[in-house]
Nanobody, 124 residues
Framework: QAQLVESGGGLVQTGDSLRLSCEAS????????MAWFRQAPGKEREFVAA????????FYKDAVKGRFTVSRDNANNTMFLQMNGLKPEDTAVYYC?????????????????WGQGTRVTVSS
């Protein structure tokens, strides 16, 4: 069973930066879309960013454009989310996910494998 493990979360202040990592246990995901979703307290999980297998195509939630950058290192089976200019509204548990089959890149239902999440807290 393929596994995804996120890391890099923590407690930061408004304006700070964090870099999240998602390591996959298999190279089988190197050709598929991977994504970051997040779930804030009391809210539904939402799409944040996605990156194609080659890394050449990316998608972002409007609220994070210009602040977050998604990338991947297929040689090490790892995806990253560089988060700059963090705001209190970015506080959430961040999950990485892999989409194996067809489906919209920003839809939670399209993703087949999920990590356990890493918590990001941004204080004001």
């Amino acid at each position: 069973q393929a596994q995804l493990v996120e890391s890099g979360g923590g407690l930061v202040q408004t304006g700070d930066s964090l870099r999240l990592s998602c390591e996959a246990s298999t190279r089988l995901f190197s050709t598929t879309f991977m994504a970051w979703f997040r779930q804030a307290p009391g809210k539904e999980r939402e799409f944040v960013a996605a990156v194609s297998g080659s890394g050449g195509i990316t998608f972002y939630k409007d609220a994070v454009k210009g602040r977050f950058t998604v990338s991947r290192d297929n040689a090490n089976n790892t995806m990253f989310l560089q988060m700059n200019g963090l705001k209190p509204e970015d506080t959430a548990v961040y999950y990485c996910a892999v989409k194996v089959y067809n489906g919209n890149e920003d839809s939670e239902a399209s993703y087949d494998y999920w990590g356990q999440g890493t918590r990001v807290t941004v204080s004001s």
